[in-house]
């Protein structure tokens, strides 16, 4: 991806992590460095739903059985999920794998956030606007290990507006974008940039990895990743 389209995005994102806010009515600057996604997520009409064994049939299921849907979709899937996102021009619901860690399922309620504001808003913006209805789902499928960020790549699975499909950037790209607005909510750089020039000299590599990701309740993965692609780690060798 080009660096003029990064930029893009990462203003697209800035502005959307801006919108979350202050519809949610929270000041940035606060002294707990946990986002407050429940918070945000539901300052948009959205509903966030654990659910163990999730799959897209059990989230269908409970999308029934709250009345949000009236039938279920002859091909629902049973591949296990770690996130799926049901959207419409009325009503939102977010899922998320109940038995996963803590900070795995943040990671994807943020994953799922982002594929809401990003790539499913504008177009239920603009259904709402034209009187149409629209239904949008996409799924994330569990990784492999206790990475978020290794999850495989979910999908954008139907519309009851088929032309919306075109309208949608290519799947491989909504989810890099997804995993960029994930990152970038629940770690944001001059907060991990913050913390990180705090502690440095307090911690080695791995000890500080443990601290920042608790500090900000993200997977020690997620957060090393971030420090790498800033170029904080390795730390420099520190004399004494």
């Given at each position: 991806?080009?660096?003029?389209?990064?930029?893009?995005?990462?203003?697209?994102?800035?502005?959307?992590?801006?919108?979350?806010?202050?519809?949610?009515?929270?000041?940035?600057?606060?002294?707990?460095?946990?986002?407050?996604?429940?918070?945000?997520?539901?300052?948009?009409?959205?509903?966030?739903?654990?659910l163990s064994g999730l799959s897209q049939?059990?989230?269908?299921?409970?999308?029934?059985?709250?009345?949000?849907?009236?039938?279920?979709?002859?091909?629902?899937?049973?591949?296990?999920?770690?996130?799926?996102?049901?959207?419409?021009?009325?009503?939102?619901?977010?899922?998320?794998?109940?038995?996963?860690?803590?900070?795995?399922r943040r990671f994807s309620a943020a994953h799922e956030l982002g594929h809401y504001m990003l790539h499913f808003r504008p177009l239920l913006i603009a259904a709402q606007r034209a009187q149409q209805y629209l239904e949008l789902t996409e799924v994330l499928y569990r990784g492999r290990t206790d990475d978020p960020l290794e999850m495989e790549s979910g999908q954008v699975v139907r519309s009851k507006q088929q032309m919306v499909e075109r309208e949608l950037p290519p799947v491989g790209r909504m989810e890099y974008e997804a995993n960029q607005f994930a990152t970038e909510l629940l770690m944001p750089a001059e907060v991990v940039r913050d913390l990180f020039a705090r502690t440095m000299l307090r911690f080695n590599d791995n000890d500080l990895v443990s601290y920042l990701a608790t500090e900000m309740l993200v997977s020690q993965e997620a957060m090393r990743l971030r420090l790498k692609n800033f170029d904080l780690l390795p730390l420099p060798e520190q004399h004494f």
């Open positions: 991806m080009s660096a003029s389209v990064d930029k893009a995005l990462h203003a697209s994102i800035r502005a959307c992590i801006d919108e979350l806010y202050q519809n949610a009515e929270i000041e940035v600057a606060r002294t707990s460095y946990i986002t407050p996604l429940g918070e945000q997520i539901g300052s948009f009409n959205l509903v966030i739903k654990e049939s059990r989230a269908i299921e409970y999308l029934v059985s709250q009345g949000a849907l009236l039938e279920a979709p002859m091909l629902a899937g049973e591949d296990e999920l770690a996130g799926f996102l049901y959207a419409n021009t009325a009503y939102g619901c977010i899922f998320v794998e109940a038995e996963d860690l803590l900070v795995r």
